[in-house]
């Protein structure tokens, strides 16, 4: 008993929830310049999580597979970039009734 409830299903309803802990880093691999993102799962509600998807500057850019995440090791996501402009980066879940919830936007710098 918590907070005098007995049962999960007392709660409220809430809808699907964004990917939480995201984050967005750049790194040179050689000549290559690398976006690496990186996630936790987000929370399902009452439909299961389909798939997280990957937007850069408003575009679609990728999207992973949703798949319980068992250990503390995030999600993450490698969009390889051919040029040194900045780039905005968003993390999209999507559930099985197709609604979705996204994250603020993540900013990389120009290098």
């Not at 690496?36 to 575009?59: C, F, K, M, N, S």
């Not at 968003?90 to 710098?109: F, H, K, Q, Y």
Request: avoid cysteine; aromatic fraction near 8%; glycine fraction near 6%.
């Amino acid at each position: 008993v918590k907070e005098g409830k007995t049962n999960y299903f007392q709660d409220p309803a809430r809808p699907v929830g964004a990917p939480r802990n995201p984050a967005a880093k750049q790194e040179m691999r050689g000549q290559k310049r690398v976006a690496r993102l990186q996630w936790d799962t987000a929370y399902a509600g009452d439909e299961p999580l389909v798939r997280y998807e990957i937007w850069r500057d408003g575009q679609k850019a990728g999207q992973l597979e949703h798949k319980p995440q068992t250990r503390k090791t995030p999600y993450s996501f490698e969009d390889a970039l051919s040029d040194k402009a900045a780039h905005s980066y968003r993390i999209v879940t999507v559930d099985a009734a197709g609604r979705s919830a996204r994250t603020e936007e993540m900013l990389l710098a120009a290098v």
